[in-house]
């Protein structure tokens, strides 16, 4: 019995992670409409920073999300603003296919980069968080996975009450329901967009830190998590933070349940199931009311 | 300005267009020529490891051994003696692990380049498409390091293995287990973690095979895709079954240091025997730090090995040179170069010619044994390539089957060969059980 | 009477793709450097998966980015068929095809319903799947796989078990590009192909006006499937050894569907022009720059990508025309067609 709860713990702390990677793609087709393939790669680049930073200075992982967090926001912010603004914004569909090759076209970039930069050979550190657990009647407790935990549910707090109450934020609701009417009552639509995706990139630093005392990072790493990080985006409903949160949370639980009933070849297979059936059904996510 | 980018575009892609008529200029028009270079100064070999991708490390590690020696033979050995001094001549390709690019390689050195003989190839699906194009075009090649069994799975002439493959690995496992049991009582269930990509889940058939002749009741088979992010359902699985007395994962480096931290983690401290490739990269220790304490390893070589060298002056040169390179310690990839590379030598002394089908048969009457360079940095003390019957009776051909694998302890940040006695290490005195986490 | 006819029905376009043709089929006797066969056979296959894919994804506007499931699919049968010893490749092949197209068909049904990124998604997940059931399992409904290890084929040279040296690959696979351009351009020339570019403008429009959408999307699709499916058994008896990173892989979806994009999708020659292009800088790069530099290669080409899709979304194939029309225009001609070649 006490198996299951390890089971439960470590798949919703998991979850907690993935969900802070999902946030930024959400908000982004959400908003935008804009889907990033390159959410991966992007990923990858943030624990890259995060784990030289960490090397070559000494700092604390949670530190380091101090740092690598606003370097992405400004990165989104540009990325948005030079590279995908134009073609959302002329854009007569509101899908355009550009988009989707624009953005797979900066995975291959990046994945390619990584590689020449640095690469294959996987890069970690050894922080004063990594390999501690907390030991509660018999389960552990993953410290930094916990702390990771903790921040991204703050995280996705933080965002949502943003996106409700912030000026800023619901100018951002308004302009994912309607583009037009939002442009016709006077909000400036580029600048939005630049937002939604600076902040979107700000997760990705952050989960980034965050990650750092977990995992090791190769080019490859934005292929592992790129494709969860679409599932959790499709579970919980796009341009939905508590759907990302929630997303997350349900592909972290049965990666960990599948993989310790069954292995994590059946767990991965799950989960594309899961997100297949998901597609099919409930295209808007489980918390939709449509049925799709 | 849409218009003029455009166009600057198209005008760069035609410009690249006509630059790729530069080699297409170069061609060579002779016919193919299958007997290879005729005598003269150099004998060309063709070298082919992946020195980029996934599996850089160990193919620029096995390629710094042929060039050292390529170095030693032609400068402080003459050349070859029995073409009168002859020198060798590497032609290097890098097959980036990928099938398709180490086969259009292939050709530039056969072709092209008209080497006599082939040397590497490494990664396992490289291995079979080059092994059977050797075949087909009846060039001699030796393969190193281990790999699976397809390759050497059908009788020829031309492609011959040093190193250890899965059916004659598991042979010296089951030896292995022999001594475990006297170690560890009472050996009947463990795990077995296995990355289903690679070589792992080969080992793990086999031992699944294996299991009644060594008298295990129960083998536990977890598989994991490599690159995982996290193990922890996994090891969950480990903790959760009392029976299990110790695990033995296969997987990539990356995946090796994940795997032992959330050991530490989840304070499992069961024993672990670690199958493979991500256990050996020095990197490992560096990067896993103290959740590498006593985890033992398995390779066909420890740098310890080099105490049991017939020379270990000539050892320790050839250690510090590649020490001074790497900064980190002769590893199992270069092992398995210099064993295989040293055949190569061998086998052109005997052959006296540079030609393909003299080299194949001179190959094929390897025959090493004793004060031999071949047999200084490795495992092995003898070569004989075999049409043998390996374990659970699979049949393999020009397979060498001296090569053991030994076992090796991580204490203090090093390996310390444990077992077998002959290659065990002179420092390190072995102790079961292994103390727990807390303990450590 | 007739001649007059006959010299207008021949334009200078047609004599130089027969030109081309021509040289395609004397390549190999005028190069006979066996390293040059081999780009060759690379190029070509690639010619051809990114053409198979033009047609969902060029002419249909359907971005199945999972299509390279039906290659992997088409390579497995093909081998397992042999070596079950069922029979030859050759029938394993086509059985291999026909299974693809069954596959497409109970798949695509549910992904046509999706719309845009929705859709793309669900390929790339049904090629994730199919991809972990292989990696993850020794044996398929009894016949050994080795999973991720693949299966290696051995060599006999015999035509019967689908190996034809060199030079054979080079014209079994000319041939199948040849006949999938000819298979394109019945489509595009086609009641058929006017319905798909119907249904790549305005889908709902398209179906508006009576046109049975889900029955054509369906139709490219299979084809598409079944062309993929018999490059991918021919390719692996060339390489000798079916895996599935090689043929299961997302990368080689991601690659063919690249080639044809910056080719100029939805056009006949496009992603030809795309896969000839690209692959001939790739093998240059490769050996002039050496190994180290191959990641940055790709990586322009991923810039490559975003640049031609931001200012020349008909990719190369567009800006070929536009440099031609400006070489016209400069030599004094006036063109009296414009094509407008549109992505989007």
């Given at each position: 019995m006490?198996?299951?709860?390890q089971?439960?713990?470590?798949?919703?702390?998991?979850?907690?992670?993935?969900a802070?990677?999902?946030?930024?793609?959400?908000?982004s087709?959400?908003?935008?409409?804009?889907?990033?393939?390159?959410q991966?790669?992007l990923?990858m680049?943030?624990?890259?920073?995060?784990?030289?930073?960490?090397?070559?200075?000494?700092?604390?992982?949670?530190?380091?999300?101090?740092?690598?967090?606003?370097?992405?926001?400004v990165?989104?912010?540009?990325?948005?603003?030079?590279?995908?603004?134009?073609?959302?914004?002329?854009?007569?569909?509101?899908?355009?296919?550009?988009?989707?090759?624009?953005?797979?076209?900066?995975?291959?970039?990046l994945?390619?980069?990584?590689t020449?930069?640095f690469?294959?050979?996987?890069?970690?550190v050894?922080?004063?968080?990594?390999g501690?657990?907390?030991?509660?009647?018999?389960?552990?407790?993953?410290?930094?996975?916990?702390i990771a935990?903790?921040v991204?549910?703050?995280?996705?707090?933080?965002?949502?009450l943003?996106?409700?109450?912030?000026?800023?934020?619901?100018?951002?609701?308004?302009?994912?329901?309607?583009?037009?009417?939002?442009?016709l009552m006077g909000?400036?639509?580029?600048?939005?967009?630049c937002?939604?995706?600076?902040?979107?990139?700000?997760?990705?630093?952050?989960?980034?830190?965050?990650?750092?005392?977990?995992?090791?990072?190769?080019?490859?790493?934005?292929a592992?998590?790129?494709?969860?990080t679409?599932t959790?985006?499709?579970?919980?409903?796009?341009?939905?933070?508590?759907?990302?949160?929630?997303?997350?949370?349900?592909?972290?639980?049965?990666?960990?349940?599948?993989?310790f009933l069954?292995?994590?070849?059946?767990?991965?297979?799950?989960?594309?199931?899961?997100?297949a059936?998901?597609?099919?059904?409930?295209?808007?996510?489980?918390?939709?009311?449509?049925r799709? | 300005?849409?218009?003029?980018?455009?166009?600057?575009?198209?005008?760069v892609?035609?410009?690249?267009?006509?630059?790729c008529?530069g080699?297409?200029?170069?061609?060579?028009q002779?016919?193919n020529?299958?007997?290879g270079q005729?005598?003269?100064?150099?004998?060309?070999?063709?070298?082919?490891y992946?020195?980029?991708?996934?599996?850089?490390?160990?193919?620029?590690?096995a390629?710094?051994a042929?060039?050292?020696?390529?170095?030693?033979?032609?400068?402080?050995?003459g050349?070859?003696?029995?073409m009168?001094?002859a020198?060798?001549?590497?032609?290097?390709?890098?097959?980036?692990?990928?099938?398709?690019v180490?086969?259009?390689?292939?050709?530039?050195?056969?072709?092209?380049?008209?080497v006599?003989?082939?040397?590497g190839?490494y990664?396992?699906?490289?291995?079979n498409?080059?092994?059977?194009?050797?075949?087909?075009?009846?060039?001699?090649?030796?393969?190193?390091n281990?790999?699976?069994?397809?390759a050497?799975?059908?009788?020829?002439?031309?492609?011959?293995?040093?190193n250890?493959?899965?059916?004659?690995?598991?042979l010296?496992?089951?030896?292995?287990?022999?001594?475990?049991?006297?170690?560890?009582?009472?050996?009947?269930?463990?795990?077995?973690v296995?990355?289903?990509?690679?070589?792992?889940?080969?080992?793990?058939?086999?031992?699944?095979?294996?299991?009644?002749?060594?008298?295990?009741?129960?083998?536990?088979?977890?598989?994991?895709?490599?690159?995982?992010a996290?193990?922890?359902?996994?090891?969950?699985?480990?903790k959760?079954?009392?029976?299990?007395?110790?695990?033995q994962?296969?997987?990539?480096?990356?995946?090796?240091?994940?795997f032992v931290?959330?050991?530490?983690?989840?304070?499992?401290a069961?024993?672990?025997?670690?199958?493979?490739?991500?256990?050996?990269?020095?990197?490992?220790?560096e990067?896993?730090?103290d959740?590498?304490d006593?985890v033992?390893?398995?390779?066909?070589?420890?740098?310890?090995?080099?105490?049991?060298?017939w020379?270990?002056d000539?050892?320790?040169?050839?250690?510090?040179?590649?020490?001074?390179?790497?900064?980190?310690?002769?590893?199992?990839?270069?092992?398995?170069?210099?064993?295989?590379?040293?055949?190569?030598w061998?086998?052109l002394?005997?052959?006296?010619?540079?030609?393909?089908?003299a080299?194949?048969?001179?190959?094929a009457?390897?025959?090493?044994?004793?004060?031999?360079?071949?047999?200084?940095?490795?495992?092995?003390?003898?070569v004989?390539?075999?049409?043998?019957?390996?374990?659970?009776?699979?049949?393999?051909?020009?397979?060498?089957?001296?090569?053991?694998?030994?076992?090796?302890?991580?204490r203090?940040?090093?390996?310390?060969?444990?077992?077998p006695?002959?290659?065990?290490?002179?420092?390190?005195?072995?102790?079961?059980?292994?103390?727990?986490?807390?303990?450590? | 009477?007739?001649?007059?006819?006959?010299?207008?029905?021949?334009?200078?376009?047609?004599i130089?793709?027969?030109?081309?043709?021509?040289?395609?089929?004397?390549?190999?006797?005028?190069v006979t450097?066996?390293?040059?066969?081999?780009?060759?056979?690379t190029v070509?296959?690639?010619?051809y998966?990114?053409?198979?894919?033009?047609?969902?994804?060029?002419?249909?506007?359907?971005?199945a980015?999972?299509?390279?499931?039906?290659?992997?699919?088409?390579a497995?049968?093909a081998v397992?068929?042999?070596?079950?010893?069922?029979?030859?490749?050759?029938?394993g092949?086509?059985?291999?095809?026909?299974?693809?197209?069954?596959?497409?068909?109970?798949?695509?049904?549910?992904?046509?319903k999706l719309r845009?990124t929705?859709?793309?998604?669900?390929t790339?997940?049904?090629?994730?799947?199919?991809?972990?059931?292989i990696?993850?399992?020794?044996?398929?409904?009894?016949?050994?796989?080795?999973?991720?290890?693949?299966?290696m084929?051995?060599?006999?040279?015999?035509?019967?078990d689908?190996?034809?040296?060199?030079?054979?690959?080079?014209?079994?696979?000319?041939?199948?590009?040849?006949?999938i351009?000819?298979?394109?351009?019945?489509?595009?020339?086609?009641?058929?192909?006017?319905?798909?570019?119907?249904?790549?403008?305005?889908?709902?429009?398209?179906?508006?006006?009576?046109?049975?959408?889900?029955?054509?999307?369906?139709?490219a699709?299979?084809?598409?499937?079944?062309?993929?499916?018999?490059?991918?058994?021919?390719?692996v008896?060339?390489?000798?050894?079916?895996?599935?990173?090689?043929?299961?892989?997302?990368?080689?979806?991601?690659?063919?569907?690249?080639?044809?994009?910056?080719?100029?999708?939805?056009?006949?020659?496009?992603?030809?022009?795309?896969?000839?292009?690209?692959?001939?800088?790739?093998?240059?790069?490769?050996?002039?720059?050496?190994?180290?530099i191959?990641?940055?290669?790709?990586a322009?080409?991923?810039?490559?990508?975003?640049?031609?899709v931001?200012?020349?979304?008909?990719?190369?194939?567009?800006?070929?025309?536009m440099?031609?029309?400006?070489?016209?225009?400069?030599?004094?001609?006036?063109?009296?067609?414009?094509?407008e070649?549109?992505?989007?």
């Amino acid at each position: 019995m006490a198996i299951f709860f390890q089971a439960l713990i470590d798949g919703l702390l998991t979850g907690g992670i993935y969900a802070c990677v999902a946030v930024g793609l959400s908000l982004s087709f959400g908003v935008m409409r804009l889907f990033n393939w390159a959410q991966g790669d992007l990923l990858m680049m943030a624990l890259y920073m995060a784990i030289f930073l960490i090397q070559g200075t000494g700092i604390h992982p949670l530190v380091s999300i101090l740092v690598v967090g606003p370097v992405m926001f400004v990165i989104g912010f540009f990325v948005q603003k030079f590279l995908l603004n134009p073609l959302v914004i002329r854009a007569k569909e509101r899908e355009p296919l550009s988009v989707l090759l624009t953005t797979a076209g900066m995975s291959f970039v990046l994945s390619n980069l990584a590689t020449f930069l640095f690469t294959s050979n996987s890069q970690s550190v050894t922080t004063p968080l990594t390999g501690r657990s907390i030991n509660i009647a018999s389960m552990f407790i993953s410290t930094p996975k916990l702390i990771a935990f903790v921040v991204a549910l703050g995280l996705t707090f933080g965002i949502q009450l943003f996106l409700q109450k912030a000026e800023w934020g619901r100018a951002l609701r308004a302009t994912s329901q309607d583009r037009e009417v939002a442009q016709l009552m006077g909000m400036n639509n580029k600048l939005l967009y630049c937002l939604a995706q600076a902040i979107g990139f700000a997760c990705l630093g952050v989960a980034g830190g965050l990650m750092s005392p977990i995992y090791a990072v190769s080019p490859s790493t934005g292929a592992t998590f790129g494709f969860k990080t679409l599932t959790i985006v499709v579970l919980g409903g796009k341009g939905s933070v508590p759907g990302a949160l929630l997303g997350g949370i349900i592909v972290g639980l049965v990666e960990s349940f599948g993989g310790f009933l069954f292995s994590s070849l059946y767990a991965q297979i799950i989960v594309f199931a899961i997100f297949a059936l998901v597609l099919f059904l409930k295209p808007n996510g489980l918390l939709s009311k449509d049925r799709g | 300005m849409k218009k003029l980018i455009a166009t600057i575009l198209a005008i760069v892609m035609c410009l690249s267009l006509v630059a790729c008529g530069g080699p297409s200029g170069e061609q060579s028009q002779e016919p193919n020529q299958s007997s290879g270079q005729e005598g003269g100064e150099t004998i060309k070999i063709g070298v082919l490891y992946p020195l980029s991708g996934s599996t850089a490390t160990a193919g620029n590690s096995a390629l710094w051994a042929v060039e050292w020696i390529t170095d030693y033979i032609n400068n402080e050995l003459g050349g070859i003696q029995s073409m009168d001094g002859a020198k060798i001549e590497l032609v290097v390709g890098d097959s980036k692990g990928d099938s398709q690019v180490g086969l259009t390689e292939f050709e530039r050195m056969v072709n092209v380049e008209n080497v006599s003989v082939m040397f590497g190839f490494y990664n396992t699906a490289v291995t079979n498409t080059l092994s059977q194009y050797c075949i087909a075009n009846q060039v001699p090649a030796i393969a190193t390091n281990a790999v699976g069994d397809e390759a050497f799975s059908q009788p020829n002439d031309y492609v011959f293995h040093a190193n250890g493959c899965n059916a004659t690995n598991t042979l010296f496992s089951n030896q292995r287990t022999e001594w475990m049991r006297e170690v560890i009582q009472p050996m009947k269930k463990f795990a077995y973690v296995y990355d289903s990509a690679d070589y792992g889940r080969e080992s793990y058939e086999t031992a699944l095979a294996n299991m009644e002749e060594n008298g295990y009741e129960e083998i536990v088979g977890i598989p994991i895709e490599a690159g995982s992010a996290d193990f922890s359902s996994q090891i969950l699985q480990l903790k959760n079954d009392p029976e299990i007395e110790w695990v033995q994962p296969s997987m990539n480096m990356s995946d090796a240091i994940l795997f032992v931290r959330q050991m530490k983690e989840y304070d499992v401290a069961l024993p672990i025997f670690g199958n493979g490739g991500g256990f050996l990269q020095a990197d490992f220790i560096e990067q896993a730090g103290d959740a590498a304490d006593y985890v033992f390893s398995t390779s066909m070589w420890f740098p310890s090995m080099w105490e049991t060298a017939w020379d270990t002056d000539f050892a320790q040169t050839v250690m510090d040179a590649y020490y001074e390179e790497f900064g980190y310690d002769f590893d199992e990839s270069a092992s398995c170069a210099w064993l295989g590379f040293w055949c190569v030598w061998d086998a052109l002394e005997r052959a006296g010619s540079a030609d393909r089908e003299a080299i194949a048969q001179a190959m094929a009457e390897t025959d090493i044994s004793g004060e031999h360079y071949a047999t200084l940095l490795s495992g092995s003390k003898t070569v004989k390539f075999e049409d043998r019957e390996g374990a659970a009776g699979v049949m393999v051909y020009n397979q060498n089957f001296d090569t053991p694998v030994p076992w090796a302890c991580i204490r203090d940040g090093e390996y310390r060969v444990v077992w077998p006695e002959e290659l065990a290490s002179q420092e390190y005195e072995f102790t079961w059980p292994i103390p727990s986490w807390d303990e450590r | 009477m007739s001649k007059t006819l006959l010299k207008d029905k021949i334009a200078p376009k047609h004599i130089l793709v027969l030109a081309l043709l021509v040289l395609a089929f004397l390549f190999p006797q005028i190069v006979t450097q066996p390293y040059f066969i081999q780009i060759a056979i690379t190029v070509l296959i690639y010619c051809y998966w990114s053409s198979a894919w033009n047609i969902i994804g060029g002419y249909a506007g359907q971005f199945a980015l999972g299509n390279g499931v039906y290659i992997g699919i088409g390579a497995y049968v093909a081998v397992l068929f042999h070596q079950e010893g069922f029979g030859s490749p050759w029938i394993g092949m086509v059985l291999g095809g026909v299974i693809s197209v069954m596959f497409a068909f109970i798949i695509s049904k549910p992904c046509f319903k999706l719309r845009g990124t929705y859709f793309s998604l669900a390929t790339v997940a049904f090629l994730h799947i199919v991809r972990y059931i292989i990696l993850g399992f020794n044996s398929i409904f009894g016949m050994e796989t080795n999973g991720g290890m693949g299966i290696m084929i051995p060599y006999t040279g015999r035509w019967q078990d689908m190996q034809f040296g060199k030079e054979g690959f080079y014209y079994v696979i000319l041939v199948m590009l040849v006949l999938i351009l000819v298979v394109s351009n019945v489509i595009r020339t086609s009641k058929m192909g006017y319905y798909l570019s119907a249904i790549k403008t305005n889908q709902g429009a398209a179906s508006t006006i009576g046109i049975n959408v889900p029955k054509y999307k369906m139709m490219a699709q299979c084809i598409s499937a079944f062309c993929l499916a018999l490059g991918g058994a021919v390719y692996v008896h060339f390489l000798l050894n079916v895996s599935p990173y090689d043929v299961f892989g997302y990368d080689l979806s991601l690659e063919i569907m690249i080639y044809c994009v910056i080719g100029g999708s939805g056009t006949l020659w496009g992603p030809v022009f795309g896969a000839l292009v690209l692959g001939i800088i790739n093998e240059t790069l490769r050996v002039q720059l050496g190994s180290d530099i191959a990641p940055l290669a790709s990586a322009f080409y991923g810039v490559a990508l975003i640049l031609i899709v931001r200012f020349a979304p008909g990719g190369l194939y567009q800006l070929g025309q536009m440099l031609i029309n400006k070489i016209k225009g400069s030599l004094g001609k006036k063109k009296s067609e414009t094509k407008e070649v549109s992505v989007q």
